[in-house]
């Protein structure tokens, strides 16, 4: 989402770069929907749903799994 600081800084270092596709949540409910559902059953999100989190950025990787660290797919932290 662009009103998220992490959002915005994974943006910037994706942008032009092919390997990553970028879906902001927030311009359409079909893609909030998709999201919320990947979050609401995928285990990766358990541990920061638990203290509150919203859970993004999250990364899905080509072969389906999912990670909420940057660095998990070579990009650099906030």
């Known amino acids: 989402m662009k009103s998220c600081p992490y959002c915005a800084h994974v943006m910037k270092q994706v942008e032009g770069n092919p390997e990553f596709k970028v879906i902001d949540i927030g311009e359409n409910v079909r893609y909030m929907k998709e999201f919320l ?4 059953n995928d ?3 358990d541990e920061e749903k638990a ?9 899905v990787r080509e072969d389906g799994s999912v990670t909420l660290m940057s660095k998990d797919v070579g990009l650099e932290p906030l």
């Open 51 to 59: 203290t509150g989190d919203v859970c993004i950025p999250c990364y």
């Open 37 to 40: 559902a990947l979050r609401d």
């Open 43 to 45: 285990p990766a999100f």
